[in-house]
């Protein structure tokens, strides 16, 4: 097992409301299968034991499915590897003596709390606008009672599969969340469950989206590159349908 | 449901509006290039398709009006949003770099804004020197009054080098404007199969290509023939 001597450079800020800036830390002791949030962990035990402060990041189930972590690393939205977040990210992706730099996701609708980690609520303020269906409320419903499609579960599966981690804003050249916006209306829109509110759901989700102060959309597609879970921006596309076909209902 | 006005200035809604109007601005293009084209044609076929345009008479203001008001809605929404990421992300990133494909993050995308605004300058000189410019007249078999020799305003317009290259080069940033345009007007209109993604990119930038060639070989060939070459009868 060999070990790599890592340069970084961490963004430091003490709160949202202050300046940060960039701090230089250099650690001897990575290995190969340590993964990138672990490399993380020896430097702040080692910056904890010397008497300094921690970076500060988020995480929570480190294996790509929560959508907690959320860092810029060399300029990359969960670094280099495609379909990986990065939690999954292993140090073997880097090379010995590589100088790493991480920022937290930048967009003005994702304030930094603290050094890297940023309040992504404006996703969960985009979701508590449509993203629900409505049921009765009690024992859980017998799965098979709503025949659904194959074609259909498939398609509202591969968009379910969203964490939620905003790569795709932290990548976007104009900081959209089309893509995050739009899978989550993807996801609901095709289902029988979701179909009620098919038309109030696409208009206030978007409407939502522009009231946090994400970007408008150009298309770049660096938002599909840099998503963990491979949503395709072809749901922009079916959400700006649905948006058409819902004004025209309206 | 929100009004139409709303509607159309929400952030889809600008989109469909870039997209219908770049769209209308292609479909423009390709009937201006089939236009152009008739300047390799039978001797009178460009003046004579040129008169035949200016007879429509209001029918053609009204297209013309039309066509500024695409422009102006296109422009205006385009650098709209160009200019409000500013807004978006106040902070940069000290690092930022693309993650490579399936992302369109190229040349052509990155400088939308840059080649529509040069577009923008050029129609202006464009319209002035072939709409409004001085020319002499001639006569076309049918019409017994003479009519303006736009033929001849284009040929010698471009034996003047100045003229022949700097179209050349617009015409190299409509095609780079189209390579990123064509497949972006497709995912803000319709396109809604991830399966189909790449082909549409690709068949987009042939399609740039193919405008973008179709237009600046006319000032290439009349430079470098001097106007003589086989392709122009008189
Ligand atoms: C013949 C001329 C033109 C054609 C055929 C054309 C075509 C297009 C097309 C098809 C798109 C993609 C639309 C979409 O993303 O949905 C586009 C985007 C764009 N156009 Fe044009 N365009 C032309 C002129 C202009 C001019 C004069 C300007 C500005 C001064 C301009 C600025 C832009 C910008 C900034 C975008 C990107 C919008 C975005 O970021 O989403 N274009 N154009
Ligand atoms: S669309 Fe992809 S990148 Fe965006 S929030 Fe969902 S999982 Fe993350
Ligand atoms: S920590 Fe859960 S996805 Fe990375």
């Known amino acids: 097992m060999s070990q790599m001597t890592i340069h970084l450079k961490i963004w430091r800020q003490a709160g949202p409301d202050v300046k940060g800036a960039f701090e230089n830390h250099t650690l001897d002791t990575v290995n190969e299968h340590m993964s990138f949030l672990e490399m993380l962990d020896v430097l702040n035990e080692e910056l904890v034991v010397a008497g300094k402060e921690p970076f500060e990041f988020d995480?929570?189930?480190?294996?790509?499915?929560?959508?907690?972590?959320?860092?810029?690393?060399?300029?990359?939205?969960?670094?280099?590897?495609?379909?990986t977040a990065a939690c999954q990210l292993h140090m073997r992706n880097f090379k010995d003596g590589d100088s790493i730099v991480i920022e937290p996701a930048r967009a003005a609708a994702f304030p930094v709390i603290k050094d890297l980690v940023v309040d992504r609520s404006a996703f969960d303020r985009i979701i508590a606008a449509g993203g629900y269906i409505t049921v009765r409320t009690g024992s859980a419903p017998e799965a098979n009672s709503i025949p659904v499609e194959l074609e259909d579960s498939t398609f509202?599966?591969?968009?379910?599969?969203?964490?939620?981690?905003?790569?795709?804003?932290?990548?976007?050249?104009?900081?959209?969340?089309?893509?995050?916006?739009?899978?989550?209306?993807?996801?609901?829109?095709?289902?029988?469950?979701?179909?009620?509110?098919?038309?109030?759901r696409v208009i206030a989700m978007?409407?939502?989206?522009?009231?946090?102060?994400?970007?408008?959309?150009?298309?770049?597609?660096?938002?599909?590159?840099?998503?963990?879970?491979?949503?395709?921006?072809?749901?922009?596309?079916?959400m700006r349908r649905n948006y058409v076909k819902a004004t025209i209902a309206g | 449901m929100p009004s139409l006005l709303k509607a159309l200035s929400s952030q889809v809604g600008r989109k469909l509006l870039t997209g219908l109007t770049g769209v209308a601005l292609i479909v423009f293009i390709v009937v201006h290039l089939v236009g152009n084209l008739t300047l390799f044609g039978p001797p009178d076929a460009f003046n004579t398709y040129a008169y035949k345009l200016h007879s429509l008479g209001p029918l053609l203001w009204i297209a013309e009006i039309g066509l500024v008001a695409v422009f102006a809605i296109h422009s205006y929404i385009g650098?709209?949003?160009?200019?409000?990421?500013?807004?978006?992300?106040?902070?940069?990133?000290?690092?930022?770099?693309?993650?490579?494909?399936?992302?369109r993050q190229s040349l052509s995308s990155k400088t939308m804004a840059f080649t529509g605004v040069v577009m923008l300058i050029f129609i202006v000189f464009h319209v002035r020197a072939f709409k409004y410019g001085?020319?002499?007249?001639?006569?076309?078999?049918?019409?017994?009054?003479?009519?303006?020799?736009?033929?001849?305003?284009?040929?010698?317009?471009?034996?003047?080098?100045?003229?022949?290259?700097?179209?050349?080069?617009?015409?190299?940033?409509?095609?780079?404007?189209?390579g990123h345009g064509i497949?972006?007007?497709m995912i803000s209109l319709t396109l809604s199969n991830p399966q189909?993604?790449?082909?549409?990119?690709?068949?987009?930038?042939?399609?740039?290509?193919?405008?973008?060639?179709?237009?600046?070989?006319?000032?290439?060939?009349?430079?470098?023939?001097?106007?003589?070459?086989?392709?122009?009868?008189?």
């Open chain 2, 79 to 103: 650098l709209s949003i160009w200019w409000n990421r500013r807004r978006a992300r106040p902070q940069k990133y000290h690092v930022y770099s693309s993650k490579g494909a399936p992302s």
């Open chain 1, 156 to 200: 509202s599966f591969d968009y379910a599969a969203c964490i939620g981690c905003g790569a795709c804003v932290a990548a976007c050249p104009n900081s959209s969340a089309s893509l995050f916006t739009a899978a989550k209306l993807s996801h609901l829109n095709r289902l029988p469950q979701g179909e009620p509110e098919r038309e109030k």
């Open chain 1, 59 to 83: 995480y929570d189930c480190r294996e790509g499915i929560c959508g907690s972590c959320n860092l810029v690393i060399n300029g990359r939205a969960h670094g280099p590897k495609r379909l």
């Open chain 2, 196 to 234: 189909r993604s790449a082909a549409v990119y690709t068949a987009g930038t042939i399609i740039a290509v193919l405008l973008s060639v179709g237009f600046l070989f006319i000032p290439l060939y009349i430079y470098f023939t001097g106007g003589q070459g086989a392709l122009i009868q008189y």
């Open chain 2, 134 to 178: 001085e020319t002499t007249m001639t006569s076309i078999p049918g019409v017994d009054y003479p009519v303006k020799d736009l033929k001849a305003l284009v040929i010698t317009s471009f034996l003047d080098p100045v003229m022949a290259f700097a179209y050349t080069f617009v015409m190299m940033l409509l095609g780079a404007h189209l």
């Open chain 1, 206 to 238: 978007v409407e939502q989206m522009e009231k946090e102060g994400f970007g408008d959309c150009s298309n770049f597609g660096e938002c599909e590159a840099v998503c963990p879970k491979g949503i395709s921006i072809a749901s922009i596309a079916e």
């Open chain 2, 183 to 185: 497949w972006s007007a």
